[in-house]
């Protein structure tokens, strides 16, 4: 019975999951403070410096949690950053600074952004493209109808609408309230709905998921349809920073290389079926801290460049490189 | 092909045409059908004159893909490609210092340095184990990040004439044609050589058994390192051509490589090349590449404006996909 | 199978019905545009040309569709006529200030007090730079960073590069401010209207110095800007009407929408060509300042018209691509809109061209270090800091032209007799 | 059991097409509560088919399936398994990542308003398990891939019957399994017969229809050929019922002393992490089967040959020449070929023609410059050509693309890859797992042919009959090492004596005739 219990203890402990990314993040942030205060100006540990790194992660941060989702389904989405422009300057064109209009925006946006996280779910599982080249292809195709459309920022969100980016209740900045809210809520789908296991066992083994009886393109689109979701969210956060929105607000945030990058580091595997919303944070928040330290630090623009392109293969390689298999 | 079948009329002449018209790569003939439009707005491009202008722009974007082709036959991607132009085009002045003796080693120094960052890619990936899409993504930054800051941010001299002949240059007063460019010589070796040695050489048949089926490739002998590796570098070398091409075309540009890692995997798969490793063909990568650059001239040419472009290609490239996805499942 | 089919087909033609909506109601859109922000005489001009033979009602109604693209068109908020014809009245006044420190002039300046900012030294600077991401800035921040060890009192410089994105550098001006470190922050925004509420929260703490790009508030102490778009625009444009002979097909080249700076030069230029009868914009293109595109938009105008009589740009980066298009065609060479970059300058000196470079010169780099010192000292500065803006010409060209240096360094970069000069700047 | 009960399943005049083919032609069959009953039938008698039709997963294009009485037509495996019918493939369909519990309940979570309830979940997975008796093997929160494969199979039988289920169809749940693994089994379908389901269970092996079934079903070329009752009948009936005609024997005669030459390889005091002490002579000529248990080091020792997961210590030596074989290079390198178990992930290249699949060996030999010639070598131009004909491959021609062909073309496809390469050694593991009856005897002839030609052949089965049958050595592996060695001729009961690591007494698990 002892055995039982001790290694029930173990499962559990396991069960509770707390991905290895959590090791790295501590280390990066105790690192990054320690930088700091031999290179720096030893500031980084200061409130108002924290609340901002988290601050600084909320876009990214949003839209990574639901490429995580993409991505446990074994897919993945490059067109988000096409779709956080979308979402900004069509909120700010509907918008127009007028308060009233902040609602029917929104609901234009969501609208948009589920259409067109529903096109690339159908194209990639109905039309058998492979989701890089589905997505490359979707965001080609927004990026077209983008600046065809509008070249500039266009339209206004009202003040109140700001509040999103800029309102604070109490100590605590909204944008962090909701990046706590969209990570939170697909954490919870995730490992406690059906819908969560339901994604975990399309990406592990579509075959598997599909002789058990789920519809499993139904699964993986609506997996698009909720990472579209998260970029309309992203996009809106955005748009509310900026106050009016641009076509290249999305591609030049890089959103869509960062926001696998930041979920591959989390630990999530490309190949799909593992992996979680934790880790994604995690991700995101390693390279919130490094451009926190590096800004703190005054380094060179390009050198930065050079070191997180190094972290994403040093982090990744961490847990891949005792693996026996090919890799391509 | 008949040595296997125990039942063996011998088809008609009739049926082997139909079989192989059927087997022709539709890329072929969509190039052809987008050069016939580009030529009947612009009857210069049909000269030989036009088109081989033409060839010398699309030159840079083919090379790329040729040897983006090797690794996404091995299963990978290699996103590093663009940066590795802009780096050559920077380094390239750097190094050159503004002195045209110095163009030679620099161009030996330039394709040895394609060779290690092939060799870090493919070390990356067949030993750390690192998905190809995150190494190379990773190289991406590290290299654009190393060129900016070796050059300060901004190119430090010029690309003096005698590096920019392969990209810009002309051979003068041949017969038949009153120049012919070397961005085109260039072309036609590199392609020649990234046929043969995928198409006619046993490291092709070993790419593509290793992209089909890796864990059998490994134990039927293949040395799935080597031959992965090997795909890296091949493709880093090419975009260090690439990059001399483009740096002869349009001189010292810090934006030169910028997105042409994802036109040239685009054109690959236009090209009929599969992601995810097992099948793909050179020449079609090639002629992918050039179908596309022959639709931006044709976008052009009717004045739709770039955006449409875009467009455009995302459109087309989907379609591409789905079009042989569908059409392997019918024939399953 | 014939379900899949007729899907693929489908969301095809779907895909390409959206596209032409979006492209056809934009067209609508910039029609409005053009017709609240520029002269009247255009519409007269197309409907004579639709009278004329097949072919040439062919070219001009290319050139039509060219000025109505939406490449050509400026947006309201990018355009204020007071704004324009200050910068038209600007360009041909003498500047206060010492002639050959161009950096420390000014243009009908408004003093105000900063005596409320006045401070003991030693100082710490902050910039939030919106990125160090083309030739441009790298020469304008050696100038800046040159410009900040002539001053001891300075003691720490802390700069912060937004790499081009406009949501970091909001996160960059706030981890500034939240630091509570800098005495003065000065901000080169990356775009205009994103970083403005991002200003705005950071003027409530420290005295702000905007340079370059604008924001749309007045909060900061000072902004600091040359001339301005319409000058740099309206000299390039008139160069071109002035020495064309005939009928003139131009072909102007852009960078990317959306900046003000940019903005403002096209919305110039094209006041310009619309209101002179021997210019045909045959094409207004974006070639994202990539040389590569540029020759190929070039190559391929001159393939589908033929002859290009004059480029403007809205920046000259791309100046020597698109003579080299020209050179490969076997063309001659085009009157050419340039900018004080090295690698143009000679190549219009050594081929004798007929060119013009108007500048946004570098030396502004220097103005926001000088502005800071001022308003620490509890100086008077004006609100707005209107430097002088040269234009480099025929005449003067070979006073500019620098062999020793880098092929994109800025001639105007002012910085000629700080320490440092040439190996900083990356030269010989 | 009693036959006046209904059946709970029958099948009534199916037919399913496919495109150029007829797959089942009007057949009929019912199906018993209380039963189990084995459906046998070469490779394409349609076999699968059926189970597939009978479960949704394909239309019938005529016929009808009547289930506790009524006409059913499910559209979904899904509407089969609520109705009270679940399968069970040939391949584990278990998600890696995932717990026991989660595997067990996949795609019906206990659940409500989408919501999972974890308690419930693992609550009724210990249910389902403790049915099976397994209760106590493993924890329901224990994620999958940390199990072994016998327990995998547990959980893949947990996750058939935690619905309620009728009828059981089973295809090919042995294959993958040892023989006390088996015996498990064995016992877990008694289990099951108590809850009076009914069992469709489709095999190859012979052994296990006749222990395990009451009745047998033949099927062959699509058409129904009639059910047996297994205690009336034996193995030669049936096999002239599938194939229409008899069979002599199942194997080619064993070598005389004279055939078997010197040694060619030689293993001295070989581990590693897998394996201890191995101590092993392959001479010209011979067949050594291997036998053991799943995880007994069976495949390892292949692999340990073939340098896949090298020897660290001891020695080997090839042809005398004592070498550290550390890759499949090197052991090509030195005549060595490698069947494999996993033909479709190990073997062979799908996407690529015939003859590229059987030229890949031969060319790994070459320098990666050489240039290729297409349909052989340099000195031998026609290669291709004729090993296919040499093993017999059934193609339209060596163009097409081997995921095109039969599984046992497949693997003739993969042993002409190993005949290209001129090996003297063979390597085989499992080399007809999930063939048929004909292509079967055709591999064993080819085998022996191999050994007879000089070849020395170290052959890997967990099918008894096999390794008797072809065996002129057979050595038993227990726990990573060699555990015993035995003449032709050992019988069954030898064999699982020292597989079970017990030399003598009675073995646990072990199933004597």
């Given at each position: 019975?002892?055995?039982?219990?001790?290694?029930?203890?173990?499962?559990?402990i396991?069960?509770?999951?707390?991905?290895?990314?959590?090791?790295?993040?501590?280390?990066?942030?105790?690192?990054?403070?320690?930088?700091?205060?031999i290179?720096?100006?030893?500031?980084?540990?200061?409130?108002?410096?924290?609340?901002?790194?988290?601050?600084?992660s909320?876009?990214?941060?949003?839209?990574?949690?639901?490429?995580?989702?993409?991505?446990?389904?074994?897919?993945?989405?490059?067109?988000?950053?096409?779709?956080?422009?979308?979402t900004?300057?069509?909120?700010?064109?509907?918008?127009?600074?007028?308060?009233?209009?902040v609602?029917?925006?929104?609901?234009?946006?969501?609208?948009?952004?589920?259409l067109?996280?529903?096109v690339?779910?159908?194209?990639?599982?109905?039309?058998?493209?492979?989701?890089?080249?589905a997505?490359?292809?979707?965001?080609?195709?927004?990026?077209?109808?983008?600046?065809?459309?509008?070249t500039?920022?266009?339209?206004?969100?009202?003040?109140?609408?700001?509040?999103?980016?800029?309102?604070?209740?109490?100590?605590?900045?909204?944008?962090?309230?909701?990046?706590?809210?969209?990570?939170?809520?697909?954490?919870?789908?995730?490992?406690?709905?059906?819908?969560?296991?339901?994604?975990?066992?399309?990406?592990?083994?579509?075959?598997?998921?599909?002789?058990?009886?789920?519809?499993?393109?139904?699964?993986?689109?609506?997996?698009?349809?909720?990472?579209?979701?998260?970029?309309?969210?992203?996009?809106?956060?955005?748009?509310?920073r900026?106050?009016?929105?641009?076509?290249?607000?999305?591609?030049?945030?890089?959103?869509?290389?960062?926001?696998?990058?930041?979920?591959?580091?989390?630990?999530?595997?490309?190949?799909?079926?593992?992996?979680?919303?934790?880790?994604?944070?995690?991700?995101?928040?390693?390279?919130?801290?490094?451009?926190?330290?590096?800004?703190?630090?005054?380094?060179?623009?390009?050198?930065?460049?050079?070191?997180?392109?190094?972290?994403?293969?040093?982090?990744?390689?961490?847990?891949?490189?005792?693996?026996?298999?090919?890799?391509? | 092909?008949?040595?296997?079948?125990?039942?063996?009329?011998?088809?008609?002449?009739?049926?082997?045409?139909?079989?192989?018209?059927?087997?022709?790569?539709?890329?072929?003939?969509?190039?052809?059908?987008?050069?016939?439009?580009?030529?009947?707005?612009?009857?210069?491009?049909?000269?030989?004159?036009?088109?081989?202008?033409?060839?010398?722009?699309?030159?840079?974007?083919?090379?790329?893909?040729?040897?983006?082709?090797?690794?996404?036959?091995?299963?990978?991607?290699?996103?590093?490609?663009?940066?590795?132009?802009?780096?050559?085009?920077?380094?390239?002045?750097?190094?050159?210092?503004?002195?045209?003796?110095?163009?030679?080693?620099?161009?030996?120094?330039?394709?040895?340095?394609?060779?290690?960052v092939?060799?870090v890619?493919?070390?990356?990936?067949?030993?750390?184990?690192?998905?190809?899409?995150?190494?190379?993504?990773?190289?991406?930054?590290?290299?654009?990040?190393?060129?900016?800051?070796?050059?300060?941010?901004?190119?430090?001299?010029?690309?003096?004439?005698?590096?920019r002949?392969?990209?810009?240059?002309?051979?003068?007063?041949?017969?038949?044609?009153d120049?012919?460019?070397y961005?085109?010589?260039?072309?036609?070796?590199?392609?020649?050589?990234?046929?043969?040695?995928?198409?006619?050489?046993?490291?092709?048949?070993?790419?593509?058994?290793?992209?089909?089926?890796?864990?059998?490739?490994?134990?039927?002998?293949?040395?799935?390192?080597?031959?992965?590796?090997?795909?890296?570098?091949?493709?880093?070398?090419?975009?260090?051509?690439?990059?001399?091409?483009l740096?002869?075309?349009?001189?010292?540009?810090?934006?030169?490589?910028?997105?042409?890692?994802?036109?040239?995997?685009?054109?690959?798969?236009?090209g009929?090349?599969?992601?995810?490793?097992?099948s793909?063909?050179?020449?079609?990568?090639?002629?992918?590449?050039?179908?596309?650059?022959?639709?931006?001239?044709?976008?052009?040419?009717?004045?739709?404006?770039?955006?449409?472009?875009?467009?455009?290609?995302?459109l087309?490239?989907?379609?591409?996909?789905?079009?042989?996805?569908?059409?392997?499942?019918?024939?399953? | 199978?014939?379900?899949?089919?007729?899907?693929?087909?489908?969301?095809?033609?779907?895909?390409?019905?959206?596209?032409?909506?979006?492209?056809?109601?934009s067209?609508?859109?910039?029609?409005?545009?053009?017709?609240?922000?520029?002269?009247?005489?255009?519409?007269?001009?197309?409907?004579m040309?639709?009278?004329?033979?097949?072919?040439?009602?062919?070219?001009?109604?290319?050139?039509?569709?060219?000025?109505?693209?939406?490449?050509?068109?400026?947006?309201?908020?990018?355009?204020?006529?007071?704004?324009?014809?200050?910068?038209?009245?600007?360009?041909?006044?003498?500047?206060?200030?010492?002639?050959?420190?161009?950096?420390?002039?000014?243009?009908?300046?408004?003093?105000?007090?900063?005596?409320?900012?006045?401070?003991?030294?030693?100082?710490?600077?902050?910039?939030?730079?919106?990125?160090?991401?083309?030739?441009?800035?790298?020469?304008?921040?050696?100038?800046?960073?040159?410009?900040v060890?002539?001053?001891?009192?300075?003691?720490?410089?802390?700069?912060?590069?937004?790499?081009?994105?406009?949501?970091?550098?909001?996160?960059?001006?706030?981890?500034?401010?939240?630091?509570?470190?800098?005495?003065?922050?000065?901000?080169?925004?990356?775009?205009?209207?994103?970083?403005?509420?991002?200003?705005?929260q950071?003027?409530?703490?420290?005295?702000?110095?905007?340079?370059?790009?604008?924001?749309?508030?007045?909060?900061?102490?000072?902004?600091?800007?040359?001339?301005?778009?319409?000058?740099?625009?309206?000299?390039?444009?008139?160069?071109?009407?002035?020495?064309?002979?005939?009928?003139?097909?131009?072909?102007?080249?852009?960078?990317?929408?959306?900046?003000?700076?940019?903005?403002?030069?096209?919305?110039?230029?094209?006041?310009?060509?619309e209101?002179?009868?021997?210019?045909?914009?045959?094409?207004?293109?974006?070639?994202?300042?990539?040389?590569?595109?540029?020759?190929?938009?070039?190559?391929?105008?001159?393939?589908?018209?033929?002859?290009?009589?004059?480029?403007?740009?809205?920046?000259?980066?791309?100046?020597?691509?698109?003579?080299?298009?020209?050179?490969?065609?076997?063309?001659?060479?085009?009157?050419?809109?340039?900018?004080?970059?090295?690698?143009?300058?000679?190549?219009?000196?050594?081929?004798?061209?007929?060119?013009?470079?108007?500048?946004?010169?570098?030396?502004?780099?220097?103005?926001?270090?000088?502005?800071?010192?001022?308003?620490?000292?509890?100086?008077?500065?004006?609100?707005?800091?209107?430097?002088?803006?040269?234009?480099?010409?025929?005449e003067?060209?070979?006073?500019?032209?620098?062999?020793?240096?880098?092929?994109?360094?800025?001639?105007?970069c002012?910085?000629?007799?700080?320490?440092?000069?040439?190996?900083?700047?990356?030269?010989? | 059991?009693?036959?006046?009960?209904?059946?709970?399943?029958?099948?009534?005049?199916?037919?399913?097409?496919?495109?150029?083919?007829?797959?089942?032609?009007?057949?009929?069959?019912?199906?018993?509560?209380?039963?189990?009953?084995?459906?046998?039938?070469?490779?394409?008698a349609?076999?699968?088919?059926?189970?597939?039709?009978?479960?949704?997963?394909?239309?019938?294009?005529?016929?009808?399936?009547?289930?506790?009485?009524?006409?059913?037509?499910?559209?979904?495996?899904?509407?089969?398994?609520?109705?009270?019918?679940?399968?069970?493939?040939?391949?584990?369909?278990?998600?890696?990542?995932?717990?026991?519990?989660?595997?067990?309940?996949?795609?019906?979570?206990?659940?409500?308003?989408?919501?999972?309830?974890?308690?419930?979940?693992?609550q009724?997975?210990?249910?389902?398990?403790?049915?099976?008796?397994?209760?106590?093997?493993?924890?329901?929160?224990?994620?999958?891939?940390?199990l072994?494969?016998?327990?995998?199979?547990?959980?893949?039988?947990?996750?058939?019957?935690?619905?309620?289920?009728?009828?059981?169809?089973?295809?090919?749940?042995?294959?993958?399994?040892?023989?006390?693994?088996?015996?498990l089994?064995?016992?877990?379908?008694?289990?099951?017969?108590?809850?009076?389901?009914?069992?469709?269970?489709?095999?190859?092996?012979?052994?296990?229809?006749?222990?395990?079934?009451q009745?047998?079903?033949?099927?062959?070329?699509?058409?129904?050929?009639?059910?047996?009752?297994t205690?009336?009948?034996?193995?030669?009936?049936?096999?002239?019922?599938?194939?229409?005609?008899?069979?002599?024997?199942?194997?080619?005669?064993?070598?005389?002393?004279?055939?078997?030459?010197?040694?060619?390889?030689?293993?001295?005091?070989?581990?590693?992490?897998?394996?201890?002490?191995?101590?092993?002579?392959?001479?010209?000529?011979?067949?050594?089967?291997?036998?053991?248990?799943?995880?007994?080091?069976?495949?390892?020792?292949?692999?340990?040959?073939?340098?896949?997961?090298?020897?660290?210590?001891?020695?080997?030596?090839?042809?005398?020449?004592?070498?550290?074989?550390?890759?499949p290079?090197?052991?090509?390198?030195?005549?060595?070929?490698?069947?494999?178990?996993?033909?479709?992930?190990?073997?062979?290249?799908?996407?690529?023609?015939?003859?590229?699949?059987?030229?890949?060996?031969?060319?790994?030999?070459?320098?990666?410059?050489?240039?290729?010639?297409?349909?052989?070598?340099?000195?031998?131009?026609?290669l291709?050509?004729?090993l296919?004909?040499?093993?017999?491959?059934?193609?339209?021609?060596?163009?097409?693309?081997?995921?095109?062909?039969?599984?046992?073309?497949?693997?003739?496809?993969?042993?002409?890859?190993?005949?290209?390469?001129?090996?003297?050694?063979?390597?085989?593991?499992?080399?007809?797992?999930?063939?048929?009856?004909?292509?079967?005897?055709?591999i064993?002839?080819?085998?022996?042919?191999?050994?007879?030609?000089?070849?020395?052949?170290?052959?890997?089965?967990?099918?008894?009959?096999?390794?008797?049958?072809?065996?002129?050595?057979?050595?038993?592996?227990?726990?990573?090492?060699?555990?015993?060695?035995?003449?032709?001729?050992?019988?069954?009961?030898?064999?699982?004596?020292?597989?079970?690591?017990?030399?003598?007494?009675?073995?646990?698990?072990?199933?004597?005739?």
């Amino acid at each position: 019975m002892t055995t039982v219990s001790l290694s029930n203890m173990q499962q559990r402990i396991r069960a509770s999951q707390i991905p290895p990314v959590y090791a790295i993040l501590v280390v990066v942030f105790v690192g990054a403070i320690i930088i700091d205060a031999i290179f720096g100006r030893g500031q980084m540990l200061s409130g108002p410096i924290l609340t901002n790194m988290v601050v600084r992660s909320v876009a990214l941060g949003i839209v990574a949690v639901g490429q995580t989702y993409v991505m446990i389904g074994a897919s993945i989405d490059l067109s988000v950053a096409f779709m956080i422009s979308v979402t900004a300057v069509l909120a700010s064109f509907v918008m127009q600074g007028d308060p009233n209009k902040v609602l029917i925006a929104v609901v234009i946006v969501f609208l948009v952004g589920i259409l067109i996280g529903l096109v690339n779910g159908l194209i990639i599982t109905k039309l058998k493209v492979n989701p890089f080249i589905a997505t490359l292809g979707v965001g080609l195709l927004l990026k077209g109808f983008l600046n065809a459309s509008f070249t500039n920022f266009v339209g206004a969100v009202p003040a109140s609408f700001q509040t999103l980016g800029y309102g604070e209740i109490g100590p605590i900045p909204v944008s962090i309230l909701m990046l706590l809210g969209v990570a939170l809520i697909g954490g919870f789908i995730l490992q406690r709905t059906r819908y969560g296991a339901h994604l975990y066992g399309v990406g592990g083994s579509e075959e598997v998921a599909r002789l058990s009886g789920l519809r499993t393109d139904r699964v993986l689109i609506m997996a698009h349809i909720i990472c579209a979701i998260t970029a309309v969210i992203s996009g809106l956060f955005i748009v509310s920073r900026l106050r009016s929105g641009a076509p290249w607000v999305g591609p030049d945030g890089l959103y869509d290389l960062e926001s696998i990058a930041a979920v591959v580091v989390g630990g999530t595997a490309l190949s799909g079926g593992k992996g979680g919303v934790a880790g994604t944070i995690a991700g995101v928040l390693i390279f919130a801290i490094l451009d926190t330290m590096f800004n703190q630090i005054g380094m060179d623009a390009f050198l930065k460049q050079f070191l997180r392109g190094a972290i994403i293969i040093l982090a990744v390689a961490s847990y891949t490189y005792r693996y026996k298999g090919e890799v391509a | 092909m008949s040595e296997l079948t125990t039942t063996n009329n011998g088809p008609s002449t009739w049926q082997r045409f139909a079989a192989r018209a059927r087997s022709v790569n539709p890329i072929y003939v969509i190039m052809i059908l987008l050069l016939l439009g580009v030529g009947y707005l612009n009857p210069r491009f049909l000269e030989v004159n036009g088109f081989l202008a033409f060839l010398r722009r699309a030159a840079p974007i083919m090379i790329l893909t040729a040897g983006q082709l090797y690794v996404l036959v091995s299963g990978g991607f290699d996103l590093s490609v663009g940066s590795i132009v802009t780096l050559v085009v920077i380094g390239g002045a750097l190094m050159i210092d503004n002195d045209p003796a110095n163009t030679w080693w620099v161009i030996l120094v330039l394709l040895a340095g394609g060779v290690v960052v092939g060799l870090v890619n493919g070390f990356i990936v067949a030993y750390l184990k690192v998905p190809s899409l995150i190494a190379t993504l990773g190289m991406l930054l590290v290299l654009r990040g190393a060129g900016l800051y070796w050059s300060g941010g901004a190119p430090r001299g010029y690309l003096t004439d005698n590096f920019r002949i392969f990209g810009r240059g002309n051979i003068e007063n041949l017969p038949l044609v009153d120049k012919f460019p070397y961005a085109v010589i260039v072309l036609a070796i590199v392609g020649i050589l990234a046929t043969y040695l995928f198409h006619r050489m046993v490291y092709g048949r070993q790419l593509l058994a290793l992209g089909d089926n890796p864990r059998a490739a490994k134990l039927s002998g293949v040395r799935t390192n080597r031959v992965r590796i090997l795909a890296f570098v091949i493709s880093a070398v090419s975009a260090v051509i690439a990059g001399i091409l483009l740096g002869g075309f349009s001189g010292v540009n810090i934006e030169a490589g910028t997105g042409l890692e994802l036109q040239a995997i685009s054109a690959a798969v236009l090209g009929g090349a599969v992601l995810l490793g097992g099948s793909g063909s050179v020449p079609a990568a090639m002629a992918g590449a050039l179908a596309l650059e022959l639709l931006f001239a044709l976008l052009n040419l009717l004045g739709l404006p770039k955006p449409l472009r875009d467009a455009v290609q995302g459109l087309i490239i989907i379609s591409a996909v789905a079009y042989a996805a569908l059409g392997t499942r019918r024939s399953k | 199978m014939l379900n899949k089919k007729w899907l693929l087909t489908l969301i095809a033609i779907l895909a390409l019905l959206l596209t032409l909506v979006a492209c056809s109601s934009s067209d609508t859109s910039d029609e409005t545009t053009a017709d609240e922000t520029v002269a009247e005489e255009t519409t007269d001009d197309e409907t004579m040309a639709e009278d004329q033979s097949d072919d040439a009602a062919m070219e001009e109604e290319s050139s039509g569709s060219a000025m109505d693209s939406e490449a050509a068109m400026v947006a309201d908020e990018f355009f204020s006529q007071e704004q324009y014809d200050r910068s038209m009245r600007q360009m041909t006044m003498e500047a206060e200030g010492p002639a050959d420190q161009p950096w420390i002039q000014m243009l009908e300046p408004e003093m105000i007090d900063t005596s409320e900012y006045a401070k003991e030294g030693p100082y710490t600077f902050c910039f939030s730079n919106a990125g160090v991401n083309n030739p441009w800035r790298v020469v304008g921040y050696t100038t800046m960073l040159a410009e900040v060890d002539l001053h001891p009192e300075i003691e720490e410089f802390i700069h912060v590069d937004a790499e081009g994105s406009d949501e970091k550098q909001i996160s960059d001006i706030a981890d500034l401010v939240a630091g509570g470190n800098c005495d003065v922050l000065i901000v080169s925004p990356n775009t205009t209207a994103a970083l403005t509420p991002a200003v705005e929260q950071a003027c409530e703490e420290l005295p702000v110095l905007v340079f370059d790009r604008g924001v749309f508030t007045e909060c900061p102490v000072s902004f600091i800007q040359p001339i301005g778009g319409y000058a740099f625009g309206q000299a390039g444009a008139q160069y071109i009407i002035d020495n064309c002979e005939g009928d003139c097909n131009v072909l102007a080249l852009r960078i990317l929408p959306g900046v003000d700076v940019l903005e403002e030069r096209w919305a110039a230029a094209k006041i310009a060509f619309e209101g002179a009868d021997n210019i045909n914009v045959v094409g207004v293109e974006f070639g994202d300042g990539d040389n590569a595109k540029v020759k190929s938009i070039v190559t391929d105008y001159l393939d589908r018209f033929g002859h290009i009589d004059a480029v403007w740009m809205d920046a000259g980066a791309t100046a020597v691509a698109a003579l080299e298009a020209f050179e490969d065609a076997g063309a001659d060479y085009p009157i050419i809109v340039g900018e004080d970059q090295q690698d143009f300058l000679v190549k219009w000196q050594e081929n004798g061209l007929s060119g013009i470079s108007p500048t946004f010169p570098t030396f502004q780099w220097r103005t926001p270090i000088i502005a800071g010192l001022h308003v620490m000292n509890g100086e008077e500065v004006p609100a707005v800091w209107r430097l002088p803006q040269p234009t480099i010409t025929n005449e003067n060209l070979d006073t500019y032209v620098q062999p020793n240096m880098p092929p994109l360094h800025y001639a105007m970069c002012g910085c000629e007799d700080m320490p440092g000069f040439p190996e900083n700047w990356g030269g010989q | 059991m009693t036959t006046a009960e209904q059946p709970i399943l029958e099948v009534r005049g199916i037919t399913k097409r496919f495109p150029g083919v007829v797959a089942l032609n009007n057949v009929s069959a019912q199906f018993m509560p209380g039963e189990v009953h084995a459906v046998v039938g070469e490779n394409g008698a349609g076999k699968s088919t059926l189970m597939k039709v009978m479960v949704g997963a394909y239309r019938p294009d005529g016929g009808e399936i009547i289930f506790r009485g009524e006409k059913v037509a499910f559209a979904h495996p899904k509407e089969a398994q609520e109705a009270g019918i679940s399968i069970i493939y040939q391949e584990f369909n278990l998600l890696p990542d995932r717990t026991v519990a989660q595997n067990v309940f996949f795609g019906r979570e206990p659940s409500r308003y989408g919501l999972v309830n974890q308690r419930e979940l693992n609550q009724k997975t210990v249910e389902v398990l403790r049915e099976l008796g397994a209760e106590n093997m493993f924890q329901p929160t224990a994620p999958l891939h940390t199990l072994s494969v016998a327990e995998q199979q547990i959980v893949e039988i947990a996750k058939a019957i935690a619905f309620d289920s009728k009828v059981l169809i089973m295809d090919e749940p042995t294959a993958a399994l040892s023989m006390t693994e088996v015996q498990l089994l064995t016992d877990l379908i008694d289990k099951l017969l108590e809850r009076n389901l009914a069992i469709v269970f489709i095999s190859h092996r012979f052994r296990e229809v006749f222990d395990l079934s009451q009745k047998i079903s033949v099927l062959k070329d699509g058409q129904y050929i009639g059910t047996l009752k297994t205690a009336e009948t034996d193995a030669n009936e049936v096999i002239e019922m599938m194939v229409g005609r008899p069979l002599d024997s199942y194997f080619p005669g064993l070598a005389t002393p004279e055939e078997i030459g010197a040694v060619k390889v030689s293993v001295r005091n070989g581990s590693n992490d897998f394996l201890k002490n191995i101590n092993l002579d392959l001479c010209a000529g011979e067949i050594v089967g291997v036998s053991g248990l799943q995880g007994s080091g069976r495949t390892e020792l292949a692999q340990a040959l073939f340098g896949v997961e090298p020897f660290h210590e001891g020695t080997v030596a090839i042809n005398g020449k004592a070498l550290q074989v550390n890759s499949p290079t090197i052991a090509i390198r030195n005549k060595m070929g490698f069947v494999t178990e996993d033909r479709k992930a190990e073997g062979i290249f799908p996407n690529q023609p015939i003859r590229d699949n059987i030229l890949l060996t031969v060319r790994t030999l070459q320098a990666l410059v050489k240039r290729i010639s297409r349909d052989g070598v340099t000195g031998q131009p026609n290669l291709v050509s004729d090993l296919s004909h040499q093993v017999d491959v059934r193609a339209s021609s060596s163009d097409q693309e081997v995921q095109y062909l039969s599984g046992g073309n497949q693997q003739k496809v993969v042993l002409a890859k190993w005949l290209a390469s001129t090996a003297e050694i063979f390597i085989f593991d499992e080399p007809t797992r999930g063939i048929d009856v004909e292509a079967k005897a055709a591999i064993h002839e080819m085998i022996r042919e191999l050994a007879r030609r000089g070849a020395a052949i170290l052959m890997i089965s967990s099918e008894l009959p096999e390794i008797i049958g072809m065996s002129d050595r057979i050595i038993v592996m227990w726990d990573g090492t060699i555990y015993g060695e035995l003449p032709s001729g050992a019988t069954e009961s030898e064999i699982m004596k020292l597989a079970t690591g017990h030399s003598n007494g009675n073995a646990n698990g072990s199933n004597s005739e």
